[in-house]
């Protein structure tokens, strides 16, 4: 057999996300200063990188204005102020939001894309809003955009109903199917057979397999390069691994990982001393014990960013007593 | 073809040995308490790890005492002292220590066995050193001891070069030969790559694989899990990740993933929390950008270790431009 070494080379089809904005928000109720969001933005031009999902359309009868910060929402006129120069065509990076099945008011929020500057609405949903989430990506297909599904939790389901839910996504216009640990509780050969559970349901669709990582065992770099190379071609990161509870996928480490020179590291390292390091201030995220005690026993985060924000943050044998109790 | 979950079995023969004092010591001159070296101890015993690294013997002529603290040194009557109430066969954990090519007076510095709380000595060496580790690991078998066979800094030297070392290592008494990624700079088909060429360098010797990972791009537990995989059966992982630059595999996240039922998980959760987090006011470690560059880049964390003791210390732009400028 002829030896090779993949890890120099690259796949140019293979599109990176950064969804700082949208799932860092989750710490904060998406009380990101207009700077952050736009320095995130910068630097994700400058960096090659290929969408910014820039937060939620999110209900506001469901998330009340007072409680939530823009990035909520993402009001047109929001993003219109924002990125009043975007251009995907000359800088390649292409604009996203995040839309949740049961907590969005999609028929209103969401305008022609010709009148917006986003490019793809991504549609998270639990398994058993798959049927929203059809409508979802039908209508927002309709509208113009590129679409995405993705099936949360998917830890904490049945083989049956992954199977159905692929089903029910197979002939929607969806491009791209994720991979969403939302626990962080994935380990590789647990990726590599969902990998193959998602791309043999998708086979002959032209639907790309994405995949979303969180950090709760330190596993999130490391399961995104195993999607990777199984064949992922759609990849999520955060600036400094910023996101909810443990965080997410560092961009720091994917760029570095990812061999096409279009991708550059620089832009990412300044924004982290510029602007994500400092954030360390006001917000916590990384995986913290109670992170990986949640994600080694498939909880959600929940309980453990509760007790990071109690008096007794760090008895963590108290926490792991009250979570093993729980099991 | 049957579908199997490895995940939720182990096998027996999988040892998992504690290095937190020997290189987490790296970083401080190895001036740990008493206290904080038996806790370790204590947890090891109570976790069911089976090998406890305590330090090294390196040679007080080379390493001045007063510079360096006795985990440096390992002195007989200090381990008659620490552990005075030892005993392998009742706890199932073994002591070990490291002696490294070049640096040790181990002619002197080791005695027989059978007058020592120690089981095992781990020769640690570089490819140009490996006639003497082989002189090593006789003259320490010799004595009774069980010996494993260290090559550092893997990622530095040429493919013929490592094949030496393992033609060279493969008749000695060794009974593991160890995938050191020193610079903490492994993806995982590099670390398959690795262990295959190990592995059938050992082949029909009896000698078992072993993988000590760095965490420089946060893969250490993610490469560890991956020798595991392929059939390592001796791995080390730190309390915390306490070791040098970016540090090791977390002690934690290896046994929440090991599934054999003798390791237990509390111990360690209470160690942390009384131990290792209070070290943090004092020493730093973890994979803080400085050392992600450095472990992507393949260069010994050395670069970053200073610059993260110097007043630029958050200045990652800076550190960056500096060693992108020498590679």
Redesign the interface.
């Known amino acids: 057999m002829v030896?090779t070494a993949?890890?120099i080379t690259y796949r140019p089809e293979l599109k990176v996300l950064d969804c700082t904005i949208r799932d860092g928000g989750l710490i904060n109720n998406h009380q990101f200063s207009e700077e952050l969001v736009r320095a995130v933005y910068d630097a994700c031009v400058a960096a090659g990188v290929d969408y910014m999902e820039v937060g939620y359309k999110n209900s506001p009868r469901l998330h009340p204005r007072e409680q939530f910060g823009p990035w909520r929402f993402c009001d047109e006129d929001l993003l219109n102020r924002i990125f009043a120069d975007h251009d995907a065509d000359r800088t390649g990076l292409k604009l996203a939001v995040m839309a949740d099945a049961g907590k969005s008011d999609w028929r209103e929020q969401i305008v022609p894309r010709n009148e917006s500057k986003l490019d793809m609405v991504r549609v998270a949903f639990y398994a058993h809003q798959v049927s929203e989430a059809v409508e979802m990506i039908e209508h927002c297909h309709g509208l113009g955009y590129e679409t995405s599904a993705n099936l949360m939790a998917v830890t904490n389901i049945e083989d049956v109903e992954i199977d159905t839910v692929l089903q029910a996504i197979k002939p929607t216009p969806a491009q791209v199917m994720v991979i969403v640990d939302s626990f962080g509780h994935l380990?590789?050969?647990?990726v590599d057979?969902l990998y193959k559970k998602y791309a043999e349901a998708m086979a002959g669709t032209g639907k790309e397999i994405g995949m979303h990582a969180h950090?709760n065992?330190?596993?999130?770099?490391?399961?995104t390069?195993?999607a990777i190379?199984l064949g992922a071609n759609r990849v999520d990161a955060t600036m400094g691994g910023l996101g909810r509870g443990a965080g997410n996928c560092?961009m720091?480490?994917l760029l570095?990982?990812l061999r096409n020179p279009k991708f550059r590291?620089?832009p990412i390292?300044?924004l982290?001393?510029h602007h994500i390091?400092p954030l360390k201030t006001t917000v916590e995220w990384g995986p913290l014990?109670p992170y990986?005690?949640t994600g080694?026993m498939n909880l959600h985060p929940r309980a453990a960013m509760q007790f990071r924000a109690s008096s007794e943050k760090?008895?963590?044998?108290k926490f792991?007593?009250q979570v093993?109790a729980d099991v």
């Open positions: 030896e993949p890890w380990y590789r050969e647990q057979r950090n065992i330190q596993l999130a770099f490391a399961n390069i195993e190379i560092h720091e480490l570095g990982f590291l620089r390292i300044g982290l001393q390091e014990v990986n005690i080694q760090d008895d963590f044998v792991y007593d093993a």
